[in-house]
């Protein structure tokens, strides 16, 4: 029995060690080497499955075509600059009043007007929005997953699943939420995120906006935060100083010209004029309510290794050790 088990746990590490071998791939958005477990394809299946209950969860979609409209017009502008230009892009303004924004599989992309409402000019607003594209283009969602499947591999190697309910299981890979059986809104890294900032600010910078837009908005987040329970956003897109710090280190570098005086664009006439006019004259969200006291949608380090049995940095760096030097 007991020699059963320990050929059951290594036959399934060495699936896991093997699996991602076949699986990495250069993405041409950043450079690295990834182990992505779905297809293009599949993220865009998995993508749409995943859309209407999103929506449906999340108070609609906003009751004003003019103000979508426009965010859909600077999202297709500024994907068009990005290293997937031709897929079918879709962006998304929430009847919620929760300060949030993320991207689904397949290039799907989503904005509160919570989190508009707390803007002031489009160059921040292209700064969300480019930064969620860069999650696309990166594959960040499919990274994650297929690092989540790698830390179960180890996990259920450890023979401790029977051990772990479903909710458990959930929270142990980092994912949010749940839809039609498939996992979604994973929390990214911290290396993820210093990607999709990055990205965002090529994106928007090479539309002709501002980018220190997206410094603002990490601003405005932090800011909202308030010492107390931290916006939806910040459960999947930790904000930092580091992040502040490395924001203000590319542009410096990068974008010598965004102090000259009419070179990049703030938009803060037309942002007024397109979003928050108009959405000062809409009735309330459908959606916001705050979340429970204590609520957690995501277990801490200390947490998964409580459960896990192992850290979950090593767990992450399971498998071809390319893809994990990767982050």
């Not at 690295?32 to 299946?45: A, C, G, M, N």
């Not at 079918?88 to 009043?97: I, N, P």
């Not at 039609?180 to 890294?189: A, D, E, R, V, W």
């Not at 010598?256 to 009419?262: N, Y």
Request: hydrophobic share 40%; with cysteine.
């Amino acid at each position: 029995m007991n020699s059963l088990k320990y050929v059951s746990r290594l036959s399934l590490v060495l699936a896991f060690v093997l699996l991602p071998l076949a699986g990495c791939t250069t993405n041409e958005a950043t450079g690295r080497t990834q182990f992505l477990p779905l297809s293009w394809e599949e993220e865009v299946e998995l993508g749409n499955e995943a859309v209407p209950e999103f929506i449906e969860q999340s108070g609609g979609e906003l009751p004003a075509e003019s103000i979508v409209q426009y965010v859909r017009e600077m999202g297709n502008e500024l994907a068009a600059q990005s290293e997937m230009p031709d897929i079918e892009w879709e962006f998304y303004v929430l009847d919620s009043q929760v300060i949030n924004a993320f991207a689904l599989p397949g290039g799907k992309v989503f904005i509160s007007r919570g989190l508009m409402a707390k803007m002031n000019n489009e160059a921040q607003l292209a700064g969300v929005v480019g930064h969620e594209i860069g999650h696309v283009t990166a594959r960040h969602g499919n990274e994650r997953m297929g690092k989540a499947l790698l830390a179960q591999g180890v996990i259920l190697a450890a023979g401790i699943g029977g051990a772990v309910s479903d909710e458990e299981w959930l929270q142990v890979l980092g994912v949010g939420t749940a839809v039609g059986g498939q996992l979604f809104l994973l929390k990214y890294s911290r290396s993820n995120e210093l990607e999709a900032d990055e990205l965002g600010v090529r994106y928007m910078a090479n539309v002709g906006y501002n980018p220190v837009g997206q410094i603002q908005v990490m601003e405005i987040l932090r800011d909202a935060s308030g010492g107390s329970a931290p916006p939806e956003w910040l459960s999947t897109h930790p904000a930092s100083d580091t992040r502040i710090e490395n924001l203000e280190e590319i542009i410096t570098k990068n974008y010598p010209r965004h102090t000259d005086a009419g070179y990049y664009n703030f938009g803060f006439d037309e942002f007024k004029q397109k979003v928050l006019t108009p959405l000062s004259k809409l009735p309330p969200a459908q959606h916001g309510a705050a979340p429970a006291e204590g609520e957690k949608a995501f277990l801490g380090p200390a947490e998964f290794e409580k459960i896990a049995g192992i850290t979950w940095e090593k767990a992450m760096h399971a498998g071809c050790k390319e893809c994990a030097s990767g982050h």
